[in-house]
């Protein structure tokens, strides 16, 4: 059996292939990537495999049982993306496709599910027999700015009481591995988010415990967090993502109680305290 990982060089996709590799032979992963000279590294079979030129595709994913599509990165032309790559699977005779997608998908206030949800409607109408990750907030999208608040004596952002129940990427990627490795996930679709929530007011106390030094949380507006993270090179488009995703935290997108990562990997979710530590570090 064969297992394709496309964007196996990026963050998520570098861990999953990690963790496939201590659950299968590393002959039977291969990795989908735009530039196979990056893939050198990950010890198994390489093949091109770029969303944005459908016509390679197909070749690409001969032979591939289990896809593991990892949502690309362009925003706005994520679902066309998406879409190539169902159609080529289905083309290419791939048996089972597992997407990672956004919690809630279905009816979440991010802005960004709406890309995700399309996809999981052309992955069901593909036909194809299907795994829906549908993945929550990865803690390190908030303790990546842990260094920065403490040196700016401030954590901001514009989720208010929110409660963020993240993970780290690390239990999202084993928690696909699992599901690529194993039998039993056919036509399920898992809510994956982490076993304790928290609030960023409590993100920012945790800080200044870890630190010794107090980082307050100041909540801002949409508006106001977006123009910051312009202000720091940010491109546009990430910067408005991030502070939507914020204002869609405020209203429980990023919440959800029923500890499918933990129950899947059968171990607890990587504590908060945990990744602000390594981020720290």
Same mark, same amino acid.
């Given at each position: 059996?064969?297992?394709?990982v496309?964007g196996?060089?990026?963050?998520?996709?570098?861990?999953?292939?990690?963790?496939?590799?201590?659950?299968?032979?590393?002959?039977?992963?291969?990795?989908?990537?735009r530039?196979?000279?990056?893939?050198?590294?990950?010890?198994v079979?390489?093949?091109?495999?770029?969303?944005?030129?459908?016509?390679?595709?197909?070749?690409?994913?001969?032979?591939?049982?289990?896809?593991?599509?990892?949502?690309g990165?362009?925003?706005?032309?994520?679902?066309?993306?998406?879409?190539?790559?169902?159609e080529?699977?289905?083309?290419? *005779?791939?048996?089972?496709? /597992? &997407?990672?997608?956004?919690?809630?998908?279905?009816?979440?206030?991010?802005? =960004? @599910?709406? $890309?995700?949800?399309?996809?999981?409607?052309?992955?069901?109408?593909?036909?194809?027999?299907?795994?829906?990750?549908?993945?929550?907030?990865?803690?390190?999208?908030?303790?990546?700015?842990?260094?920065?608040?403490?040196?700016?004596?401030?954590?901001?952002?514009?989720?208010?009481?929110?409660?963020?129940?993240?993970?780290a990427?690390?239990?999202?990627?084993?928690?696909?591995?699992?599901?690529?490795a194993?039998? *039993?996930?056919?036509?399920? /679709? &898992?809510?994956?988010?982490?076993?304790?929530?928290?609030?960023?007011?409590? =993100? @920012?106390? $945790?800080i200044?415990?870890?630190?010794?030094?107090?980082?307050?949380?100041?909540?801002?507006?949409?508006?106001?967090?977006?123009?910051?993270?312009?202000?720091?090179?940010?491109?546009?488009?990430?910067?408005?993502?991030?502070?939507?995703?914020?204002?869609?935290?405020?209203?429980?997108?990023?919440f959800?109680?029923?500890?499918?990562?933990?129950?899947?990997?059968?171990?607890?979710?990587?504590?908060?305290?945990?990744?602000?530590?390594?981020?720290?570090?």
């Open positions: 059996m064969k297992i394709g496309t196996a060089t990026g963050q998520l996709g570098r861990l999953v292939v990690e963790k496939l590799k201590q659950k299968v032979a590393a002959d039977s992963v291969v990795a989908l990537v530039n196979p000279e990056k893939a050198a590294d990950l010890g079979e390489t093949r091109p495999f770029d969303y944005t030129q459908p016509e390679t595709l197909v070749t690409s994913l001969k032979g591939i049982d289990k896809l593991l599509l990892i949502s990165n362009e925003i706005g032309q994520r679902l066309p993306q998406h879409k190539a790559v169902v080529a699977a289905k083309q290419a *005779g791939v048996k089972q496709i /597992t &997407y990672t997608s956004i919690l809630h998908a279905d009816s979440s206030p991010l802005g =960004l @599910a709406g $890309e995700h949800w399309g996809t999981e409607v052309a992955i069901k109408e593909s036909g194809l027999t299907y795994t829906i990750l549908r993945n929550g907030w990865y803690t390190e999208n908030y303790t990546g700015s842990a260094k920065g608040a403490v040196g700016a004596g401030a954590f901001i952002g514009n989720a208010g009481d929110g409660k963020i129940a993240s993970a990427r690390v239990d999202y990627a084993e928690a696909a591995a699992v599901v690529l194993g039998e *039993g996930h056919e036509n399920k /679709t &898992y809510e994956l988010a982490g076993d304790e929530a928290y609030t960023l007011t409590e =993100l @920012a106390a $945790e200044s415990r870890q630190t010794g030094k107090t980082v307050p949380y100041n909540n801002l507006t949409e508006t106001q967090y977006a123009d910051i993270l312009k202000s720091f090179g940010l491109p546009v488009g990430l910067a408005e993502m991030l502070a939507d995703s914020d204002t869609g935290a405020s209203k429980g997108g990023l959800d109680d029923t500890k499918q990562i933990s129950a899947l990997i059968g171990r607890p979710t990587t504590p908060l305290a945990k990744v602000l530590a390594e981020a720290l570090a």
